[in-house]
């Protein structure tokens, strides 16, 4: 008959690499619970790990696209809202011009509404979101539209000098002096210039014969609009700028009512100052309202494009979850077998520990 020899460190030593592989395979199994997902990926798949990979690659493609076009969202709501609020300041003017009957009170009040209606255009052109000019173009950093109504700005000098040189040219002493066919003539140039179909003149503008007057003096935007690729393979414009037509015709507008809307101005010039500006708000508002419209249509294609990326999410993930996920119900049921296990491994580990042949003697 043979005895074996067997140490309570051996079995200590075997507890306590069971108890190892034990707590690494509860650790595994929380984390299955918690994500509802394999813990190890390439254990569980195998040769299904490469597909796997480029699903999880096309879900984060699509995350970063829904992202980028949530980015373009919000420059597209600001512009419109802006433009309605530009409109809105437009039909405001229409509404004072139309009231004017010519009384000084009266043309008074309406020098203070023209003034506020040309502040509130300004300071809503030159609205910016997330660090960036709506309406500068592609030029995102630089602020779009000069200040009318500060009397040291280059666009109110320039306007200055137009009005001058055209008196000079016409042996005209003042404004006063004007007749209705000279203001008529005055006011359709400076309409030109504004617009961008007559260029600068040198004299008055030394060294910029030839020049636009809106791009020289009034906006620093780029013609050019912003764009974003809102799908793999659509690109829309997300923004407009203030080069456009219904911004020049606004402006030009709502300058000539208050430069020429005064008491001091003959009635005869003021009502052709009126005609000129009243055609000149309205085709801005024109303008800004079709601007309005561009970005609507933009803004649908990009609601149309995050629906159709939503969708194509949802099969990516659905994909995804059935290729990567695990059964709750059995990752619970491996959690609590391995929590017996282990609770096991340490009360047998402490039984051992308190034998001893002391308490055989």
């Given at each position: ?225 912003m764009t974003t690729r809102i799908t793999s393979s659509e690109v829309v ?14 402006m030009f507008g709502t300058v000539v009512a208050t430069q020429f809307l ?100």
């Open positions: 008959m043979k005895t074996s020899f067997s140490s309570t460190v051996s079995v200590q030593s075997g507890l306590r690499e069971t108890m190892a592989q034990t707590q690494n395979a509860l650790t595994k199994a929380n984390q299955e619970v918690t994500t509802g997902v394999h813990a190890d990926m390439g254990v569980a798949l195998g040769a299904d790990t490469a597909r796997n990979l480029d699903l999880t690659r096309d879900v984060m493609r699509i995350d970063t696209q829904i992202s980028t076009n949530s980015i373009a969202e919000t420059r597209m709501d600001s512009s419109e809202l802006a433009l309605e609020t530009m409109a809105d300041a437009g039909q405001d003017v229409l509404d004072v011009l139309t009231a004017l009957s010519g009384s000084a009170s009266t043309l008074d009040d309406a020098q203070l509404a023209l003034e506020s209606s040309l502040n509130t255009f300004t300071s809503v052109a030159n609205t910016s979101v997330n660090g960036e000019y709506l309406f500068s173009g592609t030029n995102t950093d630089v602020k779009p539209v000069a200040d009318y109504t500060d009397p040291n700005s280059a666009f109110n000098d320039a306007v200055e000098m137009e009005l001058n040189q055209f008196l000079a040219d016409n042996g005209i002493p003042s404004v006063d002096a004007m007749t209705p066919a000279d203001m008529d003539t005055y006011l359709t140039g400076l309409e030109a210039k504004f617009n961008g179909t007559a260029p600068l003149t040198d004299p008055p503008h030394t060294g910029l014969a030839g020049e636009d007057f809106w791009t020289t003096y009034v906006s620093q935007a780029s013609d050019t609009n414009e997300t923004s407009t700028n203030a080069n456009s037509q219904g911004f020049r015709s606004y005064r008491p001091e101005v003959p009635e005869d010039l003021r009502a052709v100052a009126t005609t000129h500006a009243t055609n000149a708000i309205g085709k801005g508002i024109s303008g800004i309202n079709n601007q309005r419209s561009e970005i609507g249509l933009s803004t649908e294609r990009l609601k149309n494009a995050n629906e159709s990326l939503a969708a194509q999410k949802d099969i990516l993930e659905l994909n995804l979850n059935a290729l990567q996920g695990v059964d709750p119900y059995e990752a619970s049921t491996r959690v609590t077998s391995l929590q017996a296990q282990l609770e096991t491994a340490y009360t047998l580990t402490s039984r051992i520990q308190q034998l001893s042949l002391v308490n055989f003697l």
